[in-house]
């Protein structure tokens, strides 16, 4: 039987403190001999990120194995790095039957510690002292492998970010990065003289690789004002006296420029190495064997890489000197196997949508951590054989080692996504991902067109990633609809997509958005006067610049969004500080389109209720920007809301506070759109 009700008052078994408690945020897995390890970040203990490993041999499992939490409390292995952090830790066998050794970044102070399990963690890395506001001076990611130097002593190299009380040239604060050695013993705790640096200082480094035989180094740099997807530069060095304490000499740059992106350098043999370049228009697999030109090893109209928002992101896995594991699409991902002789590469069939990171064991045996359609985010293992199979390489059945949540809800609960290519006013492609409002057994009133919600995604830099999501589910089930916008800028759909966003933020995401929306309501899929905006970070700018530049949308919650880019060009972290010279122009020289641009300066065209949501603690876009807008809003008289949330920084990760914010929001479009939210605390709107 089916029940006839309005669009977004169905009753929904999915509950916002489901979304915020049922399950743990995972890391990328590591093996570490026949376990497998991974981070989980513990949304019921304030979003502390724990090491976590596999209670025995993963091989050995049956089903979803039984799970040991490593990293004790209150210790969070979680760096500051660029304020996104990445990798922060890993964990390191040992010869002898000792467990093995543990390091890690703890986010409260950034110093890097040790430690073996059941043992109390100590530091090894100098205390940075506070540099300003900006927390400690001295941060560290992306550990890479052991180096045993003469005397037998051992140490492993991170990217290391110093911030210096003095300003550069721009009148910046002045910070540096480079590669350092950190000695595993701990002599370096008490003694910064013990670090030694690799090599020379950048602005931004990344993925450090030490060639097998150790006489080279391969890592990536940059410069303001270029991002990483913009332009990047590959490092080739020489290792002198790499047996007692490696520098890097004959340092050169073999690939990469000022609009050319490289990423993720590994090597193949001490020779070679493979890497990530979007020369061709595309990120495709590039190889280069020392004193040789650079060689595409396949031109292939996907993409092969992504933006790099975190240090230790990968999208390729090396098997062997002749194979590699590649995640790869565009509006979905793929896992395949490269042959690198040929170009070939064969796609093994996995049901995942969207996959966050791999890593293979000498073995063979492979560990995934994505996501599917109809299955939470989750590290799943399966056994990979290569071999001389004349069909190719052939991976046997995923089983799954952990998932983020087992609380997977009914499939009558859950939407089906389409992805969608509209075409928009001036002939160019918006592509999007589409969840009509579906729950079994329920049915819109006759006559009825649901409401819709556009999502927009952060970055900008970004992409809408496709599969189950509780956060999507929320809406759908209860009969309202959902889109995820890739906007102009987005990756996924080449270099050129990506590039029609620069200098034209706030101009080609809005039109690319209200695209979108005015083909779901020429299509009779969406109620015109019933649309919806939100957005988190540069998705809340797009976000207020749709509410205030157009009359599409009828209301919006911008989730810690900028609505003022001179403030933000004034005042963010160093990794986003130049980020707006390619999405705007120069500042200040620039300043009369970035205050054009601004939301914060078209209220007076705001008609239409926004709910606004930030934490106390965000050093990427400041609660200032969320008050100056909400003044605004309340010198006109907009009715708004405006939820401060304590001890949170970009994006939310305390379940009191997730649960506050799906709450708040489904409360302001129930009242807005004019249908029921039965069980949800009421949000008050001020005028």
């Given at each position: 039987m089916v029940t006839s009700l309005p669009y977004g008052s169905w009753p929904s078994l999915i509950s916002a403190e489901q979304l915020a408690t049922g399950g743990n945020r995972l890391g990328g897995p590591q093996w570490v001999g026949d376990q497998l390890w991974w981070t989980e970040g513990l949304a019921a203990e304030g979003g502390r990120q724990a090491i976590v490993r596999t209670a025995g041999p993963v091989a050995e499992q049956a089903g979803t194995p039984e799970t040991i939490t490593v990293l004790p409390a209150p210790f969070n292995a979680r760096s500051r790095v660029h304020e996104y952090g990445g990798a922060s830790w890993t964990a390191i066998a040992q010869d002898d039957a000792a467990p093995p050794l543990i390091l890690f970044v703890n986010f409260a102070d950034q110093r890097i510690y040790r430690f073996h399990e059941g043992e109390g963690p100590t530091p090894i890395s100098p205390a940075g002292p506070e540099a300003a506001a900006h927390g400690p001076s001295l941060r560290w990611a992306q550990p890479t492998r052991v180096m045993t130097l003469a005397g037998n002593t051992q140490e492993v190299w991170w990217v290391c970010e110093?911030?210096?009380?003095?300003?550069?040239?721009?009148?910046?604060?002045?910070?540096?990065?480079?590669?350092?050695s950190v000695p595993i013993d701990g002599s370096a705790a008490d003694d910064a003289?013990?670090?030694?640096?690799?090599?020379?200082?950048?602005?931004?480094?990344?993925?450090?690789?030490?060639?097998?035989?150790?006489?080279?180094?391969?890592?990536?740099?940059?410069?303001?004002?270029?991002m990483p997807w913009d332009g990047t530069a590959l490092h080739i060095g020489e290792l002198a006296d790499r047996g007692a304490g490696a520098v890097v000499v004959n340092e050169h740059v073999a690939e990469g420029d000022l609009s050319t992106s490289v990423l993720n350098p590994r090597w193949l043999s001490s020779q070679e190495l493979i890497y990530l370049c979007d020369r061709s228009g595309w990120w495709n697999p590039w190889r280069l064997r020392m004193g040789a030109a650079p060689q595409q090893v396949l031109n292939d109209d996907q993409e092969y890489a992504g933006p790099l928002w975190q240090l230790g992101m990968s999208w390729l896995e090396p098997l062997d000197g002749e194979r590699m594991l590649t995640v790869h699409g565009t509006a979905m991902d793929k896992l395949g196997v490269l042959n690198l002789a040929d170009g070939s590469v064969v796609e093994l069939g996995l049901p995942h949508t969207a996959i966050a990171s791999v890593a293979c064991r000498e073995d063979g045996l492979l560990a995934v951590h994505g996501v599917e359609a109809d299955e939470f985010a989750a590290i799943s293992s399966a056994q990979l054989t290569t071999g001389q199979n004349p069909s190719g390489p052939v991976l046997g059945p995923l089983n799954t080692v952990r998932s983020s949540r087992r609380d997977v809800p009914d499939p009558g609960l859950l939407p089906t996504p389409e992805?969608?290519?509209?075409?928009?006013?001036?002939?160019?492609?918006?592509?999007?991902?589409?969840?009509?409002?579906?729950?079994?057994?329920?049915?819109?009133?006759?006559?009825?067109?649901?409401?819709?919600?556009?999502?927009?995604?952060?970055?900008?830099?970004?992409?809408?990633a496709v599969g189950l999501s509780l956060a999507v589910a929320y809406y759908t089930s209860r009969g309202i609809g959902v889109v995820d916008i890739n906007y102009g800028g987005s990756t996924g759909f080449g270099r050129a997509y990506r590039d029609r966003l620069k200098g034209q933020w706030g101009v080609v995401d809005v039109e690319d958005t209200v695209a979108v929306m005015e083909h779901l309501v020429e299509q009779g899929i969406a109620d015109g006067n019933r649309l919806g905006i939100e957005g988190g970070s540069a998705g809340g700018w797009t976000t207020l610049a749709c509410l205030t530049r157009t009359e599409?949308?009828?209301?919006?919650?911008?989730?810690?969004?900028v609505a003022d880019v001179v403030a933000l060009a004034q005042d963010t972290h160093d990794f986003e500080s130049r980020y707006l010279d390619q999405l705007i122009g120069r500042y200040p020289e620039d300043e009369h389109i970035y205050r054009e641009r601004a939301p914060l300066n078209h209220v007076d065209s705001l008609s239409c209720p926004v709910l606004l949501l930030q934490g106390d603690e965000d050093p990427i876009v400041p609660p200032?920007?969320?008050?100056?807008?909400?003044?605004?809003?309340?010198?006109?008289?907009?009715?708004?809301?405006?939820?401060?949330?304590?001890?949170?920084?970009?994006?939310f990760r305390k379940a009191e506070n997730i649960i506050a914010s799906f709450e708040a929001a489904l409360s302001f479009y129930g009242q807005v759109f004019g249908f029921d939210t039965p069980g949800i605390p009421r949000l008050e709107l001020n005028r």
């Open positions: 110093r911030h210096h009380d003095s300003t550069d040239d721009n009148g910046a604060p002045l910070i540096e990065r480079y590669i350092v003289a013990a670090l030694r640096h690799i090599t020379p200082s950048s602005r931004f480094v990344a993925d450090p690789q030490i060639s097998p035989d150790g006489s080279r180094l391969a890592w990536i740099s940059w410069e303001h004002p270029q992805p969608i290519t509209v075409v928009d006013r001036a002939g160019q492609e918006v592509h999007a991902v589409v969840y009509r409002p579906h729950q079994e057994g329920y049915t819109g009133v006759a006559g009825e067109l649901p409401p819709f919600i556009a999502q927009v995604h952060g970055g900008p830099t970004g992409k809408a599409t949308f009828s209301a919006g919650v911008s989730q810690f969004g200032n920007q969320a008050e100056t807008f909400r003044d605004a809003m309340a010198a006109k008289g907009i009715p708004h809301a405006y939820l401060l949330f304590q001890g949170e920084q970009h994006g």
